[in-house]
Each structure stands twice: as C-alpha cells, then as structure tokens.
Antibody, heavy 126, light 108 residues
Framework: QLQLQESGPGLVKPSETLSLTCTVS??????????WGWIRQAPGKGLEWIGT???????YYNSSLKSRLAISVDTSKSQFSLKLSSVTAADTAMYYC??????????????????WGQGTLVTVSS | DIQMTQSPSSLSASVGDRVTITCRAS??????VNWYQQKSGQAPKLLIY???SLQSGVPSRFSGSGSGTDFSLTITSLQPEDFATYYC??????????FGQGTRLEIK
C-alpha cells in the first residue's frame, strides 16, 4: 500500500525559506503512470494546489506561487521536495503531499490526487 | 483560472438522510471533476473521480453526476462517519487544478 509522509520544520521565520520533503513508500516514485504533488490548506480554509512534479524532474507550479517556488525529486531516496522562499504569515498552512493518478479516454486525461500524506503544519512566525 | 463554486457552504442533516452537494464551474469542464472528503484533523480522501466514477473502497452510498459546468455529489442514507467537509476539484486545466471552497456537512 502506497504511503506518503511529509517532513520538515514546523516553524519558519518571515522572509526565510520553507523546506519540506515527502517520502514515498510502498511503491515506486519513478513509475511512469504517476505525478506527485503538493497541496496546502491555511487554518480553517480550503485547499490550494501548490505544484506537481514528474519523476523526470518536469515541474508545474501554481502561477501565484511560481516566483517563490521550487519543487524537486530525488528518485534514489524516493522523495520529492518543496522549497518556498520569502515566506510570510500568509504561507502558514497544513502542507500535504499526494500522488496524482490518471485515467485516459477519448475525452482526455482525467487525473486526481490519491493517496495523500497526513500533512505537516508549517507556521510562519518570528 | 477556472473557479469552482460549491453550494451550500454548510449543511445540517440527520443520520439516514439523503443529501446533495453541488459544484459549479466557471466554464465548461466536461466531466473533469473529482470529489474529496475531509474529516477533522485528517487529509482529504478521494471519493469520486471523472465526475461519476467511485474510487475503490468508497461505499456505494456516495455517487457523483454532472457534466459541463454543473456537478453534484449525493450521499444516500447518511452514516455517522459521513459528517465531514467535502471538496470538488477540477482537473480540466491540468496541471493547474483548483478546488471548490468546501461544504461542511454537520449533524442536525
């Protein structure tokens, strides 16, 4: 059974860089069938897609975060990582990693996030 | 960006009730909609993908329908474990995806 686990500091100072890692177990991060993503949720708020990466290193970012964001993958460690620079209190959130699955048919490529990691809370505060 | 608007924002219902949550897209997205359930303190869980396909292991009392701009998630015969927040998500503009704002389902 595939499992994902987020890790990283729970407290980051304003203007610094938030760094998180997602470790994948029970399956291969190098599978050609899947992409890997980060999603966050501010306290009491909804879900916001951050970005997605393929095992080859191809990345796709939320345009609102793109200038501060870097997502990378280390297939040898079965990990992918998130770096968000110049953080402010608005970046305080639960950060989730997840696998993006897909289904192909004549209409196009359907995709979804499943499963998700348990999430890690990051607070931006001095 | 494609906006996803859910209604209602919150809903009170009783065990055994049938409830429907709707999601409207700001443009046609064919059937590129997924539904997730999030219980308090937990990560979201996929319920429905491609508008109406039930994810493996999800009870059959959950169903999804719709196409174009209007979609719905229906839960027949609510169970105590179904009280949670539900989110729709569009994948039409993949890789850039967006979620609805959520619908909180509470016990009456």
């Amino acid at each position: 059974q595939l499992q994902l686990q987020e890790s990283g500091p729970g407290l980051v100072k304003p203007s610094e860089t938030l760094s998180l890692t997602c470790t994948v177990s029970g399956g291969s991060i190098s599978s050609s069938d899947y992409y890997w993503g980060w999603i966050r949720q501010a306290p009491g708020k909804g879900l916001e897609w951050i970005g997605t990466i393929y095992y080859t290193g191809s990345t796709y970012y939320n345009s609102s975060l793109k200038s501060r964001l870097a997502i990378s993958v280390d297939t040898s460690k079965s990990q992918f990582s998130l770096k968000l620079s110049s953080v402010t209190a608005a970046d305080t959130a639960m950060y989730y990693c997840a696998r993006r699955g897909a289904l192909y048919d004549s209409s196009g490529i359907y995709n979804w996030f499943d499963p998700w990691g348990q999430g890690t809370l990051v607070t931006v505060s001095s | 960006d494609i906006q996803m608007t859910q209604s209602p924002s919150s809903l009170s219902a009783s065990v055994g009730d049938r409830v429907t949550i709707t999601c409207r897209a700001s443009q046609s997205i064919k059937r590129f909609v997924n539904w997730y359930q999030q219980k308090s303190g937990q990560a979201p869980k996929l319920l429905i993908y491609a508008a109406s396909s039930l994810q493996s292991g999800v009870p059959s009392r959950f169903s999804g329908s719709g196409s174009g701009t209007d979609f719905s998630l229906t839960i027949t015969s609510l169970q105590p474990e179904d009280f949670a927040t539900y989110y729709c998500q569009q994948s039409y503009s993949t890789p850039s995806i967006t979620f609805g704002q959520g619908t909180r389902l509470e016990i009456k």
